[in-house]
Every structure is written in structure tokens, then in C-alpha cells.
Nanobody, 127 residues
């Protein structure tokens, strides 16, 4: 069973930065989508950033220019660098991955496409 473990969440003031990490229990060299999702009460789970095998990236409009997703294949670790944080960025952040037997156009911010999820890490932005 594939396991994902997030870390790096915490409390930060508006304008601050955090880096989330997601350790993945298997090689990340095959065809994949990997992504970060945020869940907040009343909004539900929304896709924040995604990356695919070809290093193409997609971002939600709300985080474009402030957040950066990256993958270290050697460490099988997915990252989310978050800068200029706002109170609206608060929530539980989940990493998710899905692997394909062939190349697929992407990546995607749709949660329905992801098969494996971490347990989440809380981010709170407040003064």
C-alpha cells in the first residue's frame, strides 16, 4: 500500500512563509500526477497545485505567483513552498498522487483523479 506523509504545517502570521513536504513510499519515476489540496470548512477540498511527470505545473488562481510545487525524485518527496501567506490560506493541506500506466496530459487539480492521499497537515495564518 502506497503511503504519503505530510509535514511542515504550522501557524504563521500573514505575509509569512511555510514549506510543506510529502514523503512518498515508492519511486516517483513512472507516469504520475501529484498535487496539494486544501480543505476548509464551508469550501471543502480544493486543488491548490499539481505537477506531472513532464514537470508541468498547475495552480489555483488564488495561489498563483505565491505558491510553488516541486518534486525531488531522488528523495521521493513532494514540496509546496508557500509565500506571502494570507488568512484565507488557512486549512488542512493534503498531498495526493495517482500513477498511470501510460503518459497522460496534465496535471490536474481535480480531486477525483487522485487515488492516494496523505493524512494532512494543518496550516493556520493569523495575526
Amino acid at each position: 500500500e502506497r503511503q504519503l506523509v505530510e509535514s511542515g504545517g504550522g501557524s504563521v502570521q500573514p505575509g509569512g512563509s511555510l514549506r510543506l513536504s510529502c514523503s512518498i513510499s515508492e519511486s516517483t519515476t513512472s507516469n504520475y500526477f501529484m498535487a496539494w489540496f486544501r480543505q476548509t470548512p464551508g469550501i471543502g477540498r480544493e486543488g491548490i497545485a499539481a505537477i506531472n511527470t513532464d514537470d508541468k505545473r498547475a495552480y489555483a488562481d488564488s495561489v498563483q505567483g505565491r505558491f510553488t510545487i516541486s518534486l525531488d525524485n531522488a528523495k521521493a518527496t513532494l514540496y509546496l513552498e508557500m509565500n506571502s501567506l494570507k488568512p484565507d490560506d488557512s486549512g488542512m493541506y493534503y498531498c495526493a498522487v495517482t500513477f498511470f500506466p501510460f503518459r497522460v496530459n496534465g496535471p490536474s487539480l481535480s480531486a477525483s483523479l487522485y487515488n492516494d492521499w496523505g493524512q494532512g497537515t494543518q496550516v493556520t495564518v493569523s495575526s
